[in-house]
C-alpha cells in the first residue's frame, strides 16, 4: 500500500518534492561544503609539515662572513639550507617584481629540507642555473606559468661591496650579467609559500648562487647569511641546538627563531579561520532547520488530511505517519545525494583563504568523514521531522492546556482596539485544537535572527577597524630611518634631534635592537624614548620601563616565559647579564628579529646594560595626516655628520592582510540568520492566517472589519519584531563585543570595543518594515476571508 500511495504521491504533487529536493541539496551541500572546508583549513598547516621535510628553526646571526660549517657540524643539525639576505640583482621581466626574492645557496635545498610539494611541473635540474620554480601567486599576478621565463639582471661584485661597505645609499648599479631562467615549476613548503599579502616569488636555484657567487654576496666577505635548520630530534632538540651553538660561536645574542612558534601563529589564525567558515555552515544549517523543517511541517500536514479519510477504512494510525512521510524521505535522499556532489564540487575552491596558501594537495577532495555522515544525517532528520509533524496533524499528540500570555493580557485590560489585543494574542498564544500555531519558533527565530545579524555586524565592525590601524597591533609609527647596524648607539641623536623639533613629526624615538636570552627563549629588546614628543606604545597590562632593571614584554613572549606584571626574568645580552624586573605587557616596534608580539622593551640604560653593540639602529617617526613621510628624508640629509640614512616604510603586518581576509565572512553571516528570522516570522504569519481563519471569520461576522483583519496581522508581525529587538539588540551587541575580544586575546591586538553604528541605528526600523512587508500578503488573505465558507466548514 506505501508503494501505491508513494506512486500517487509523485504524480500528483511532483512540483513541491522536486522544490523540496532541490532546497535540501543547496542547503546540505552548502553546510557540507563549509563544514568539510573548515576541517580542509584547519589542517593545511599540519598535512604540508608532514610531507615536506621542513625546517625547525631560522638561524639569524646578522653577522658578515659568518661560519656556516660550524653550525652544519653541530650534532644535532640533521640539515642546513642558507639563504643570502643582500639585495644583487633587478626584474627586468616580468616588470613590477621587487627585488627580493630568494635565492637559494645550499646543494641540500629541497633534498633534505624544505623538500617541496611540486604542484605543477618539476624542481630545477642539478647544475642548472638558468632554471627557477615559482609560488601559485606569482602566475596570479604576474601571468608568468611554467614553461614561460623570467629575466633578471645581476649586480656587479663592486657594486655590492660598495652597499656593504657604505651603507643602504649605495649604488648596486645593475650592470652584471642578464639571465633569462625558464619556469619549470611551481612548488610550495612551509618556507616557501604565498602569504595573504604577497604577490608569488620566483626562487633561484642553488646552480645560480655557485656560478654567481660575488654577484651576491661580493668579494670582501660582508655579505649577510641566514639558515633554516632541520634538527634531528625535531623541534624538541631546539635548546640542545642553541646551547650547541652558543658554545660553537662563542656568542648567546645570535637570533633563533622556533619554526613550531611561527606554525603555532599561523595556526592560530587558520583556526579561526576555519571555526569562522563553520560558523557560516551551522548558520546556513540554522536557517535551513527552520525554512525546510516549515516545508516539511507543511508537506506532510496537507497529505495527513487526505490520509485521515482512509482511517474508515482500516489505515492504522502508524500506517498514515509512515505514508505521509515517505515524499519528504524521498526528496531528502535525492537531496542529500545532490547535495553531496555540491560539496564535492565547491571543494575545488577550498580550503578558502589563507589556508588555500599552505594546501598540500590542492583541487577536489572527497572528506569521507564529513560527507557520508552529512548524507545519511540529512535523510534521518527529515524522517523524524516528516514523522512528527504526520502524527501531530492526525491528532496523535494529546492535547494540551492552553498557554496564555501576560502581555496579551495587558493589552486587553488596556482596551486597546481589537486588532491589537488580537494580533498581539497571535503573536504571543499558541492557540487550540486545529487552529493552534506554534509561536515559540518563531519568537525564537526573531530574537535569535536580531542578535545574529547584529553581533555579526558588531564583529565586522571590530575586523575593519583592526584591519586599517596598525596601531592596534602595536604599530603606532608611520617609517624608519635606518642608520647603522652593528655598532654603538650616539649617546645624543643628532638625527632624533632633528626629526623631534619637525613640525610635520607627531612623534619619535630611537630603536636599538640587541637579541638577549631568557632562558631558552630568545628576547629581541627595542629602546624606546620617553621625551616630549615619545612615540606612543600600547601598553596591555602594566607601565613602560623607568630605570636600567626594568623591562616591558610583549604579549606573546611574556606567556612563553610566564612571565606577570612585579615578576623577575633574567636576561643575558652579549657578553652582559642582568635580571631585570617586568613593568608592562603590551606590543613592539616589529623588526628584522621580532614580530610585533614578541620581545620587549628596555630603556637606554637598560639596553648599554646587556648589550656592548646592536644590531641594528633606526629612528622611528609617525606624522601628521596627510603628510609623506618620506619628505623626512631632506631634513635627515641635512643633518651634519650622518653617513648614510636609509628610508624604511613600515614592515607590512601580514595580520592586517589576514583580518581583511575575514571581513566577508561575517556579512555572510548575517545573511543568513536574517534569512533565518524572515523565514520564521514569514511562516508563523501565514499559518496563523489559514489555522486561525475560523477565528477570524467569526470576528468578522460579528463586526470586524476587512482593515481591522489586516490590521490583526500587522499588529502580529510588529509584535514580533520588537520582541525580538528588546531581546535581540542588547544579547547582540554584547555577544559580538565577546567574540571580538576572545579574538583580540587569541591573535593578538589591542581590544577597542566594536560598535556597528549604522546596523545599531537601523535595525529597528529595517525589522519594523520587513515585519509589515512579510504582513502584507497574509493580511490581504485575512481580509478577504469568504465568511460563510470558512464558518460552514468548520
Given at each position: 500500500?506505501?508503494?501505491?500511495?508513494?506512486?500517487l504521491?509523485?504524480?500528483?504533487?511532483w512540483?513541491?518534492?522536486?522544490?523540496?529536493?532541490?532546497?535540501?541539496?543547496?542547503?546540505?551541500?552548502?553546510?557540507?561544503?563549509?563544514?568539510?572546508?573548515?576541517?580542509?583549513?584547519?589542517?593545511?598547516?599540519?598535512?604540508?609539515?608532514?610531507?615536506?621535510?621542513?625546517?625547525?628553526?631560522?638561524?639569524?646571526?646578522?653577522?658578515?662572513?659568518?661560519?656556516?660549517?660550524?653550525?652544519r657540524?653541530l650534532?644535532s643539525?640533521?640539515?642546513?639550507?642558507?639563504?643570502?639576505?643582500?639585495?644583487?640583482y633587478?626584474?627586468?621581466?616580468?616588470?613590477?617584481?621587487?627585488?627580493?626574492?630568494?635565492?637559494?645557496?645550499?646543494?641540500?635545498?629541497?633534498?633534505?629540507?624544505?623538500?617541496?610539494?611540486?604542484?605543477?611541473?618539476?624542481?630545477?635540474?642539478p647544475?642548472?642555473?638558468?632554471?627557477?620554480?615559482?609560488?601559485?601567486?606569482?602566475?596570479?599576478?604576474?601571468g608568468?606559468?611554467?614553461?614561460?621565463?623570467?629575466?633578471?639582471?645581476?649586480?656587479?661584485?663592486?657594486?655590492?661591496?660598495?652597499?656593504?661597505?657604505?651603507?643602504p645609499t649605495?649604488?648596486?648599479?645593475f650592470?652584471?650579467?642578464t639571465?633569462?631562467?625558464?619556469?619549470?615549476?611551481v612548488i610550495?613548503?612551509?618556507?616557501f609559500?604565498?602569504t595573504i599579502?604577497?604577490?608569488?616569488?620566483v626562487?633561484?636555484?642553488?646552480?645560480?648562487?655557485?656560478k654567481?657567487?660575488?654577484?651576491?654576496?661580493?668579494?670582501?666577505?660582508?655579505?649577510?647569511?641566514?639558515?633554516?635548520?632541520?634538527?634531528?630530534?625535531g623541534?624538541?632538540?631546539?635548546?640542545?641546538?642553541?646551547?650547541?651553538?652558543?658554545?660553537?660561536?662563542?656568542?648567546?645574542?645570535?637570533?633563533v627563531w622556533?619554526a613550531?612558534?611561527?606554525k603555532?601563529?599561523e595556526?592560530?589564525?587558520?583556526?579561526?579561520?576555519?571555526?569562522?567558515?563553520?560558523a557560516?555552515?551551522?548558520?546556513?544549517?540554522?536557517?535551513?532547520?527552520?525554512?525546510?523543517?516549515?516545508?516539511?511541517t507543511?508537506?506532510?500536514?496537507?497529505?495527513?488530511?487526505?490520509?485521515?479519510?482512509?482511517?474508515?477504512?482500516?489505515?492504522?494510525?502508524?500506517?498514515?505517519?509512515?505514508?505521509?512521510?515517505?515524499?519528504?524521505?524521498?526528496?531528502?535522499?535525492?537531496?542529500?545525494?545532490?547535495g553531496?556532489?555540491?560539496?564535492?564540487?565547491?571543494s575545488?575552491?577550498?580550503?578558502?583563504?589563507?589556508?588555500?596558501?599552505?594546501?598540500?594537495?590542492?583541487?577536489?577532495?572527497?572528506?569521507?568523514l564529513?560527507?557520508?555522515?552529512?548524507a545519511?544525517?540529512?535523510?534521518?532528520?527529515?524522517?523524524?521531522?516528516?514523522v512528527?509533524?504526520?502524527?501531530a496533524?492526525?491528532?496523535?499528540?494529546?492535547?494540551?492546556?492552553?498557554?496564555?500570555?501576560?502581555?496579551?493580557?495587558?493589552?486587553?485590560?488596556?482596551?486597546?482596539?481589537?486588532?491589537?489585543?488580537?494580533?498581539?494574542?497571535?503573536?504571543?498564544?499558541?492557540?487550540?485544537?486545529?487552529?493552534?500555531?506554534?509561536v515559540?519558533?518563531?519568537?525564537?527565530?526573531?530574537?535569535?535572527?536580531?542578535?545574529?545579524?547584529?553581533?555579526?555586524?558588531?564583529f565586522?565592525?571590530?575586523?575593519?577597524d583592526?584591519?586599517?590601524?596598525?596601531?592596534?597591533?602595536?604599530?603606532?609609527?608611520?617609517?624608519?630611518i635606518y642608520?647603522?647596524?652593528n655598532?654603538k648607539?650616539?649617546?645624543?641623536?643628532a638625527?632624533?634631534?632633528?626629526?623631534?623639533?619637525?613640525?610635520d613629526?607627531?612623534?619619535?624615538?630611537?630603536?636599538?635592537?640587541?637579541?638577549a636570552?631568557?632562558?631558552?627563549?630568545?628576547?629581541?629588546?627595542?629602546?624606546?624614548?620617553?621625551?616630549?614628543?615619545?612615540?606612543?606604545?600600547?601598553?596591555?597590562?602594566?607601565?613602560?620601563p623607568?630605570?636600567?632593571?626594568?623591562?616591558?614584554?610583549?604579549?606573546?613572549?611574556?606567556?612563553?616565559?610566564?612571565?606577570?606584571?612585579?615578576?623577575?626574568?633574567?636576561?643575558?645580552?652579549?657578553?652582559?647579564?642582568?635580571?631585570?624586573?617586568?613593568?608592562?605587557?603590551?606590543?613592539?616596534?616589529?623588526?628584522?628579529?621580532?614580530?610585533?608580539f614578541?620581545?620587549?622593551?628596555?630603556?637606554q640604560?637598560?639596553?648599554d646594560a646587556?648589550?656592548?653593540?646592536?644590531?641594528?639602529?633606526?629612528?622611528?617617526?609617525?606624522?601628521?595626516?596627510?603628510?609623506d613621510?618620506?619628505?623626512?628624508?631632506?631634513?635627515?640629509?641635512k643633518?651634519p655628520?650622518?653617513e648614510?640614512?636609509?628610508?624604511?616604510p613600515?614592515?607590512?603586518?601580514?595580520?592586517?592582510?589576514?583580518?581583511?581576509?575575514?571581513?566577508?565572512l561575517?556579512?555572510?553571516?548575517?545573511?543568513?540568520?536574517?534569512?533565518?528570522?524572515?523565514?520564521a516570522?514569514?511562516?508563523?504569519?501565514?499559518t496563523?492566517?489559514?489555522?486561525?481563519?475560523?477565528e477570524?471569520?467569526?470576528?468578522?461576522a460579528?463586526?470586524?472589519?476587512?482593515?481591522?483583519?489586516?490590521?490583526i496581522?500587522?499588529?502580529?508581525?510588529?509584535v514580533?519584531?520588537?520582541?525580538?529587538?528588546?531581546?535581540?539588540?542588547?544579547?547582540?551587541?554584547?555577544?559580538?563585543r565577546?567574540?571580538?575580544?576572545?579574538?583580540?586575546?587569541?591573535?593578538?591586538?589591542?581590544?577597542?570595543?566594536?560598535?556597528?553604528f549604522?546596523?545599531?541605528?537601523?535595525?529597528a526600523?529595517?525589522?519594523?518594515?520587513?515585519a509589515?512587508?512579510?504582513a502584507?500578503?497574509?493580511?490581504?488573505?485575512?481580509?478577504?476571508?469568504?465568511?460563510?465558507?470558512?464558518?460552514?466548514?468548520?
Open positions: 500500500m506505501s508503494g501505491i500511495w508513494l506512486r504521491e509523485i504524480r500528483r504533487r512540483r513541491s518534492l522536486v522544490v523540496l529536493a532541490l532546497l535540501i541539496a543547496f542547503a546540505a551541500g552548502t553546510v557540507l561544503a563549509a563544514v568539510a572546508g573548515a576541517r580542509r583549513g584547519a589542517t593545511a598547516i599540519d598535512r604540508l609539515v608532514a610531507v615536506t621535510l621542513p625546517f625547525d628553526a631560522v638561524v639569524v646571526p646578522s653577522i658578515p662572513g659568518f661560519d656556516w660549517e660550524k653550525v657540524a650534532p643539525v640533521a640539515a642546513l639550507m642558507t639563504i643570502p639576505l643582500t639585495p644583487a633587478e626584474v627586468l621581466d616580468p616588470p613590477g617584481v621587487a627585488p627580493d626574492l630568494p635565492i637559494t645557496s645550499d646543494a641540500t635545498t629541497w633534498k633534505t629540507i624544505e623538500k617541496p610539494v611540486v604542484l605543477e611541473g618539476r624542481l630545477p635540474s647544475g642548472r642555473a638558468d632554471e627557477v620554480v615559482i609560488l601559485p601567486k606569482f602566475t596570479e599576478t604576474y608568468k606559468a611554467v614553461g614561460d621565463t623570467v629575466t633578471v639582471r645581476l649586480s656587479t661584485p663592486e657594486a655590492v661591496d660598495a652597499i656593504l661597505s657604505q651603507g649605495g649604488d648596486l648599479a650592470t652584471g650579467p639571465l633569462t631562467a625558464r619556469i619549470v615549476g610550495r613548503s612551509p618556507w609559500s604565498d599579502e604577497s604577490k608569488g616569488e626562487i633561484f636555484p642553488p646552480a645560480l648562487f655557485a654567481y657567487q660575488d654577484n651576491v654576496l661580493g668579494t670582501k666577505g660582508l655579505g649577510v647569511v641566514q639558515a633554516l635548520v632541520r634538527l634531528k630530534g623541534p624538541a632538540a631546539l635548546p640542545t641546538f642553541k646551547r650547541e651553538l652558543a658554545q660553537a660561536t662563542g656568542r648567546t645574542s645570535i637570533d622556533p613550531e612558534e611561527m603555532t601563529s595556526q592560530q589564525f587558520l583556526v579561526f579561520e576555519s571555526l569562522s567558515l563553520l557560516f555552515g551551522l548558520a546556513v544549517l540554522a536557517a535551513a532547520l527552520v525554512l525546510i523543517g516549515q516545508s516539511v507543511r508537506y506532510t500536514a496537507a497529505t495527513a488530511a487526505d490520509l485521515h479519510q482512509l482511517r474508515a477504512v482500516g489505515m492504522t494510525p502508524w500506517q498514515g505517519v509512515g505514508n505521509a512521510s515517505l515524499g519528504p524521505v524521498l526528496a531528502a535522499t535525492v537531496g542529500a545525494v545532490l553531496v556532489g555540491l560539496a564535492y564540487g565547491a575545488d575552491w577550498m580550503p578558502a583563504g589563507a589556508a588555500a596558501l599552505l594546501e598540500p594537495d590542492p583541487g577536489l577532495d572527497f572528506d569521507a564529513i560527507l557520508i555522515p552529512g545519511l544525517a540529512v535523510p534521518a532528520a527529515v524522517a523524524l521531522a516528516a512528527l509533524s504526520a502524527w496533524a492526525l491528532g496523535r499528540l494529546g492535547s494540551r492546556p492552553v498557554r496564555r500570555s501576560a502581555v496579551a493580557g495587558l493589552v486587553a485590560r488596556a482596551n486597546l482596539p481589537v486588532p491589537a489585543v488580537v494580533g498581539t494574542r497571535f503573536a504571543l498564544e499558541p492557540g487550540r485544537g486545529r487552529g493552534a500555531v506554534p515559540r519558533p518563531a519568537l525564537l527565530g526573531t530574537v535569535t535572527g536580531v542578535l545574529g545579524v547584529l553581533a555579526a555586524f558588531t565586522s565592525s571590530g575586523v575593519t583592526a584591519g586599517e590601524r596598525p596601531e592596534r597591533f602595536g604599530q603606532t609609527f608611520h617609517a624608519g642608520l647603522a647596524q655598532g648607539v650616539p649617546a645624543d641623536d638625527v632624533r634631534r632633528a626629526l623631534a623639533q619637525h613640525p613629526v607627531t612623534g619619535v624615538t630611537g630603536d636599538a635592537t640587541g637579541v636570552q631568557s632562558g631558552k627563549t630568545a628576547v629581541a629588546l627595542h629602546t624606546f624614548d620617553q621625551g616630549p614628543k615619545a612615540l606612543p606604545v600600547v601598553v596591555s597590562e602594566g607601565r613602560l623607568r630605570d636600567d632593571q626594568e623591562v616591558m614584554l610583549a604579549v606573546n613572549t611574556a606567556k612563553t616565559l610566564g612571565a606577570d606584571i612585579g615578576d623577575e626574568i633574567p636576561l643575558t645580552g652579549d657578553p652582559d647579564r642582568g635580571t631585570f624586573r617586568v613593568s608592562g605587557i603590551g606590543f613592539v616596534p616589529e623588526g628584522a628579529h621580532n614580530k610585533y614578541d620581545g620587549g622593551l628596555v630603556t640604560e637598560g639596553f646587556l648589550f656592548d653593540t646592536f644590531k641594528f639602529y633606526s629612528v622611528l617617526v609617525a606624522v601628521r595626516p596627510g603628510v613621510p618620506q619628505t623626512l628624508m631632506d631634513t635627515v640629509n643633518v655628520g650622518v648614510f640614512a636609509y628610508y624604511e613600515p614592515i607590512p603586518l601580514v595580520q592586517l592582510a589576514q583580518i581583511r581576509d575575514m571581513e566577508l561575517p556579512v555572510l553571516l548575517a545573511a543568513f540568520l536574517a534569512l533565518l528570522a524572515v523565514g516570522v514569514g511562516h508563523v504569519l501565514a496563523a492566517v489559514r489555522r486561525r481563519s475560523h477570524v471569520a467569526v470576528m468578522r460579528l463586526g470586524l472589519t476587512r482593515r481591522q483583519a489586516r490590521w496581522v500587522v499588529t502580529q508581525a510588529s514580533l519584531a520588537a520582541i525580538g529587538l528588546l531581546f535581540g539588540v542588547p544579547l547582540g551587541l554584547a555577544l559580538g565577546t567574540l571580538w575580544r576572545l579574538v583580540a586575546d587569541t591573535w593578538p591586538f589591542a581590544y577597542v570595543p566594536p560598535l556597528a549604522w546596523a545599531l541605528l537601523l535595525v526600523p529595517v525589522s519594523l518594515v520587513i509589515n512587508v512579510l502584507a500578503w497574509p493580511g490581504g488573505l485575512a481580509a478577504r476571508l469568504r465568511i460563510s465558507q470558512v464558518l460552514r466548514a468548520e
